[in-house]
C-alpha cells in the first residue's frame, strides 16, 4: 500500500484542480461566549500540500487548529464549515467524528514535554495509536511501533518504548509524538507549533523530519506557527491572522516577498532572522568602543572557570575552563543548546554558585559566591532579568511595588527620591505613570518585561545580565523589548551579558559571542566574525538552523543535512 | 528496588517508630496530668467503703505511688512486649477485650472506606463527563453536602428509609448483611467527600493538560481517557487523602457503631470512657495511633512505586533539558 502511495504522490496542477481539497475552512467564527476569537476564516489546502496559519499569541491560530480537530474547550462555539474530505466536521456528532480523530487527522502538539501521560510508559500510549491501525495482533502493533519509532530518528526504539516521558529529553519526546501522530497514516496532520519549545538546531531537525514524512506519507500538513521564516520555509501557502481575521492568504513566494497588507509586512520586519542589521545606529556605539575609538575598559573578565555537579552520584562539568571579557558599554552574547552550561555560567557571574576553579571579576571587583556583604555590593552593580515575565514578577504587586523593591531593599534614598526614581526607570523604558498601581496579570507580556527591566534598572547597575529575556515573547514584542534593551545601552552605557539560543536575534543585537557547547566555550569572536566565517563545524550547524525564510533548494538541504549528520553523528 | 528506595524506606519506618512512641508517652502524660484521677475516685467512693490504710496498701501495690517516669517506662516497656495489662473493670487482659471486638470494627471500617472509594471514583466520573445540563455542578456541590451533613444523621435517615419504611433490615439485628451495609454507607459518605475534593481538583488539572488533548487527538474516548489517562496521576494524591481518612473512620465507627447498635472498637471506647477504664483507654488510643501510623506509612512506602516520577531524597535529578542527543546527555546540570 505504501509503493502505491508512493506511486501516486504529489497530484500534478491538473487533477489538484479537479479533485477538491482535503480540508476547506469557510466562514469560520470561533467564540467564547461573548468573545469572538476566529472571525471569518477561510483557506483550503489540498492533498499532499503544505499551509501554514501564522499569527502571534490570541491571533486566533491555535483555536483553529483546535476546531479542525474538535478539540474546542466547553464554552467554545464555532459557526461556518470545516470540510474535511467533503465531510462537514463541525456538523458530525462526536461518536462519529472520533473515528477520524488520530486515523485520519494527526495531531502534534507544541509542547512535548507535556504532551505525553507522565505516569503511563511511553509505550503503553504508543499501543494508543497503533489500535487506530486495526491490527488486531499486538505483537504486530508493537512491531509496527518500533518500525515508526525508527522511522522518526529515535536510536532505540525498544528503549525508549520501556520509557516514561520524563526519562526523555524534548526533542526525543517530539520525535515520539511525531510518530504517535503519523502511525496510524492519516491524511491530514495538525501541527501547533510543533517546535517552539525545543532548541534551535533540535527545531530545524524536527521540522525537516516533518517536512520528510509530509513528502514520504503523502500526508497534508497544517503548520501553525508564529515564525514567518518558519512557515516560508516549510508551507507552500500562507495565511496570515491577526486577533482572529485573515490578514493576508496566498502562495508563500508571494506573501513572503512581497507582502500586501502592512500587518505581514510588519511581521517580516520583526522576524530577526530576516533583518539582521534592523537596529545597526543603536548598536554601533558599542562597536566603536571595540574598535578602541573611544575608551574601551573591561568590565568583566571570566579566567579558567569550571564548575562541576554532583548528580546522581555521577559528577557532572556544567562549565569547564571558560574564559571570556567583555568590554563596557558592550553586549557579549553566550549561545549553544540546553546542557551547553549557559545557564551556570550566568548563575556564576551573579555569584549564585561558586566557581570551584577560576576567577571572575566584574569592574575590577573578585565574585565569590560565599561572601554575603561583597555578593549584595555586587548585586548592586550586577543585575538580572529573567526568561519569563509571565512567572518572574509576583502577581500580588502593583507595578510600582515591583520596581521600587530593590531600592527598598538596599535602603536607597528618601521615600519621594525613590518615588522619583521608580518613574525614572519605568520612563527609561517608555511605560507610561498611569501603570504604577497596575498589577502584573493586568499588564501585556512585553509591558511584564519591560517592567522587570526598569525593577532591574533603579538601582543603576552597569552590567545587566539577560537570560533568554524574549523567549517567551510574540516576535512584535520581542522587537519592542530589543530596541528598549539597545537604546537603553545607547543611553546608560550597560554592558550586557545576554545568553540565547535564538542565533538570529544574537546576530542582532550583541557585538561579541562565546558558542558554548557542553560546558566548553567552542568558538568567540565579534558577531560579525562568527556569523560570516564561522571555523568550528558546531558553530555551522547552529547558524545553519536559522531559518532563512525562504525554500531552501533541495541540495542546501541534503548538505545541511550531510553537515549536521557528521556533527552530530 | 534501588538503593535510595531503601534509603527511604528506613528512613519513614524509623520515623513511624519515633511517632508511636511519641504518641503513647503523650497520651501516658495526658492521662496522668488531667484532674480527677481515676482510680483513686474509684477507690475514695464511700460506697466501695475502703478505709485510708486500704486505700494506700492498694496504690503501693498497683505501683502508682511511684514517680511518673518511674510508671511511663514500666508502662511503655509493657505495652512494646505486647501486654496491655488488665480492665480495671472486668479484670480481663485488654488485648481479649479489643480482640472481641476488632473484627466487627475492621469489617466496618473497611466497608465504609470501599464505600467512599467507589462514590468518590462515580462522583469524579461523573463531574467529568456529565454535560452541564444534566446537573455536573450539582455533583460538584455533593462532597461539600456530604462534608456538612454528621454521619449519625446520615445513619438515623438510612435506618428511618431501609429499616422501618421499607424492612431491608431488622434494626436490632445488627449484623446481617444489609445492616452492615448501610452502616458502611452512613460512614463512608463523609469519608468519601474528602477523597473525592481531592480527586475532582486533581481530575480537572489533569484534564486540562495537553496530554490529555493530545491523547483525545488520538481518538480515544471519553472513558477510555478517564480510566487509562486521567485517573492514575488524578488518583496517585488520593492514596495520600485515603491513609489520612483512617482517622474519619475510626472515629466514625464509633458513631456509627453506636446508632446501628453494633458491638465495636467504638462501643468498648465508650463503655471504657464513661467508667473511666484507664488500660482499655490507653490501649485503645495508642492501638488507633499504631493503625494511622502504619497505614500512612504503607501509603509513604507504595507512592514511589506507583509514581514514576517521584523523586526520593538524594537522587536530586535535573530537569531534562531540550535536547535530542542520547539519554545521558540531558543534564543541563543545575539542581533546581
Known amino acids: 500500500m505504501a509503493s502505491q502511495d508512493k506511486l501516486t504522490q504529489r497530484p500534478d496542477t491538473l487533477s489538484a484542480l479537479l479533485t477538491p481539497p482535503l480540508l476547506k475552512v469557510d466562514g469560520l467564527s470561533v467564540a467564547y461566549g461573548r468573545r469572538t476569537v476566529v472571525d471569518d476564516v477561510g483557506f483550503d489546502l489540498a492533498r499532499g500540500r503544505s499551509l501554514a496559519l501564522i499569527g502571534e499569541s490570541g491571533s486566533g491560530k491555535s483555536t483553529i487548529a483546535k476546531a479542525v480537530l474538535r478539540l474546542l474547550p466547553d464554552?467554545?462555539?464555532?459557526?461556518?464549515?470545516?470540510?474535511?474530505?467533503?465531510?462537514?466536521?463541525?456538523?458530525?456528532?462526536?461518536?462519529?467524528?472520533?473515528?477520524?480523530?488520530?486515523?485520519?487527522?494527526?495531531?502534534?502538539?507544541?509542547?512535548?514535554?507535556n504532551a505525553l501521560n507522565p505516569v503511563r510508559t511511553i509505550g503503553a500510549q504508543a499501543q494508543e495509536a497503533a489500535a487506530l491501525t486495526d491490527e488486531p495482533n499486538k505483537a504486530l502493533r508493537k512491531a509496527l511501533i518500533l518500525d515508526t519509532f525508527a522511522e522518526v530518528g529515535l536510536d532505540n526504539p525498544g528503549r525508549v518504548y520501556d520509557s516514561y516521558p520524563h526519562q526523555l529529553s524534548g526533542g526525543m519526546l517530539q520525535r515520539v509524538l511525531i510518530g504517535l501522530a503519523v502511525l496510524p497514516r492519516p491524511a491530514l496532520l495538525v501541527a501547533d507549533e510543533p517546535t517552539s519549545a525545543l532548541d534551535v538546531t533540535i527545531q530545524k531537525r524536527i521540522l525537516d523530519l516533518l517536512s520528510r514524512l509530509q513528502h514520504d506519507l503523502d500526508i497534508s500538513l497544517l503548520l501553525i506557527t508564529h515564525d514567518l521564516a518558519i512557515a516560508s520555509e516549510r508551507a507552500d501557502k500562507l495565511v496570515v491572522l491577526k486577533d482572529g481575521t485573515v490578514q493576508e492568504a496566498g502562495r508563500t513566494q508571494d506573501v513572503f516577498s512581497a507582502p500586501s497588507s502592512a500587518y505581514a509586512r510588519k511581521l517580516h520586519a520583526d522576524v530577526p532572522a530576516l533583518n539582521p542589521d534592523r537596529y545597526a545606529p543603536l548598536r554601533d556605539p558599542g562597536f566603536h568602543r571595540l574598535d578602541g575609538r573611544e575608551g574601551t575598559a573591561t568590565k568583566i573578565a571570566v579566567e579558567g572557570v569550571s564548575k562541576t555537579f554532583s548528580v546522581d552520584g555521577k559528577s557532572l562539568t556544567a562549565v569547564d575552563r571558560i574564559s571570556f571579557s567583555v568590554a563596557a558599554g558592550t553586549t557579549h552574547a553566550l549561545v549553544g543548546e540546553s546542557g551547553s552550561g549557559k545557564t551556570t555560567t550566568i548563575r556564576l557571574l551573579l555569584g549564585l554558585d561558586e566557581p570551584d576553579a577560576g576567577r571572575i571579576t566584574v569592574s575590577g571587583e573578585t565574585i565569590s559566591g560565599s561572601d554575603r556583604t561583597s555578593q549584595r555590593a555586587v548585586w548592586r552593580h550586577l543585575q538580572l532579568v529573567y526568561q519569563n515575565p509571565f512567572t518572574s514578577l509576583d502577581p500580588t504587586w502593583s507595578v510600582e511595588q515591583l520596581v521600587r523593591e530593590p531600592l527598598d531593599r538596599y535602603r536607597i534614598g528618601t521615600v519621594a527620591e525613590r518615588r522619583a526614581q521608580v518613574r525614572e526607570a519605568l520612563a527609561n523604558v517608555g511605560l507610561g505613570d498611569h501603570l504604577l498601581q497596575r498589577k502584573p496579570g493586568a499588564l501585556s507580556g512585553g509591558q511584564r518585561q519591560r517592567v522587570a527591566i526598569a525593577r532591574t534598572l533603579v538601582l543603576r547597575p552597569d552590567v545587566i545580565v539577560l537570560d533568554e529575556p524574549t523567549s517567551a515573547l510574540d516576535v512584535s514584542v520581542q522587537a519592542d523589548i530589543v530596541e528598549v534593551l539597545l537604546s537603553l545601552q545607547a543611553n546608560l552605557g550597560l554592558t550586557y551579558v545576554f545568553v540565547s539560543h535564538d542565533l538570529a536575534l544574537v546576530r542582532q543585537l550583541a557585538h561579541t559571542v562565546s558558542v558554548m557547547r557542553k560546558g566548553r566555550i567552542v568558538e568567540h569572536g565579534t558577531v560579525t566574525d562568527i556569523f560570516d566565517t564561522p571555523r568550528q563545524p558546531y558553530t555551522r550547524a547552529l547558524l545553519d538552523s536559522i531559518p532563512a525564510g525562504v525554500h531552501a533548494s533541495q541540495t542546501a538541504t541534503h548538505k545541511a543535512a550531510n553537515l549536521r549528520q557528521e556533527i552530530f553523528a | 528496588m534501588n538503593r535510595s528506595y531503601l534509603d527511604y524506606a528506613a528512613k519513614r519506618i524509623g520515623q513511624a517508630v519515633i511517632v508511636i512512641l511519641l504518641s503513647y508517652v503523650f497520651t501516658f502524660i495526658v492521662v496522668s496530668v488531667l484532674p480527677g484521677d481515676p482510680i483513686t475516685n474509684v477507690l475514695r467512693d464511700p460506697q466501695n467503703g475502703f478505709s485510708e490504710e486500704e486505700i494506700q496498701q492498694i496504690i503501693a501495690a498497683q505501683g502508682l505511688d511511684r514517680p511518673v517516669l518511674v510508671q511511663l517506662w514500666a508502662s511503655l516497656s509493657q505495652f512494646l512486649s505486647g501486654d496491655l495489662g488488665l480492665s480495671m473493670r472486668s479484670n480481663r487482659p485488654v488485648s481479649t477485650l479489643i480482640a472481641e471486638v476488632l473484627p466487627s470494627t475492621l469489617v466496618l471500617a473497611t466497608s465504609g472506606l470501599?464505600?467512599?472509594?467507589?462514590?468518590?471514583?462515580?462522583?469524579?466520573?461523573?463531574?467529568?463527563?456529565?454535560?452541564?445540563?444534566?446537573?455536573?455542578?450539582?455533583?460538584?456541590?455533593?462532597?461539600?453536602?456530604?462534608?456538612?451533613?454528621?454521619?449519625?444523621?446520615?445513619?438515623?435517615?438510612?435506618?428511618?428509609?431501609?429499616?422501618?419504611?421499607?424492612?431491608?433490615?431488622?434494626?436490632?439485628?445488627?449484623?446481617?448483611?444489609?445492616?452492615?451495609?448501610?452502616?458502611?454507607v452512613a460512614l463512608g459518605i463523609p469519608v468519601s467527600a474528602q477523597i473525592a475534593e481531592v480527586l475532582i481538583a486533581n481530575l480537572d488539572h489533569e484534564a486540562r493538560q495537553d496530554y490529555a488533548a493530545v491523547a483525545r487527538g488520538r481518538g480515544i474516548s471519553q472513558s477510555q481517557l478517564f480510566f487509562r489517562h486521567l485517573l492514575k496521576p488524578s488518583a496517585l494524591p488520593v492514596v495520600t487523602v485515603v491513609a489520612l481518612t483512617i482517622g474519619e473512620l475510626l472515629g466514625g465507627s464509633l458513631i456509627t457503631e453506636t446508632v446501628y447498635g453494633r458491638t465495636g472498637i467504638g462501643s468498648l471506647v465508650q463503655r471504657s470512657v464513661t467508667t473511666q477504664d484507664l488500660p482499655v483507654i490507653q490501649a485503645v488510643v495508642s492501638l488507633a495511633a499504631v493503625a494511622f501510623v502504619v497505614v500512612n506509612l504503607i501509603a509513604d512506602l507504595v507512592y514511589p512505586l506507583l509514581d514514576p516520577?517521584?523523586?526520593?531524597?538524594?537522587?536530586?535529578?535535573?530537569?531534562?533539558?531540550?535536547?535530542?542527543?542520547?539519554?545521558?546527555d540531558r543534564v543541563e546540570g543545575i539542581p533546581s
Open chain 2, 114 to 184: 470501599a464505600v467512599a472509594i467507589v462514590l468518590a471514583l462515580v462522583i469524579g466520573y461523573g463531574t467529568q463527563f456529565l454535560p452541564r445540563r444534566y446537573g455536573q455542578g450539582l455533583l460538584r456541590g455533593f462532597p461539600s453536602l456530604f462534608l456538612s451533613v454528621p454521619n449519625f444523621v446520615i445513619g438515623l435517615v438510612l435506618i428511618h428509609i431501609f429499616g422501618f419504611q421499607l424492612g431491608l433490615f431488622r434494626v436490632i439485628n445488627a449484623d446481617s448483611f444489609w445492616a452492615t451495609f448501610f452502616a458502611a
Open chain 2, 309 to 328: 516520577r517521584v523523586k526520593l531524597i538524594g537522587t536530586v535529578k535535573p530537569r531534562p533539558a531540550t535536547g535530542d542527543d542520547t539519554f545521558d
Open chain 1, 75 to 113: 464554552g467554545a462555539h464555532a459557526d461556518g464549515r470545516i470540510a474535511f474530505n467533503g465531510q462537514d466536521i463541525l456538523k458530525q456528532p462526536e461518536r462519529h467524528f472520533r473515528t477520524l480523530r488520530g486515523r485520519a487527522i494527526g495531531f502534534v502538539p507544541q509542547d512535548p514535554a
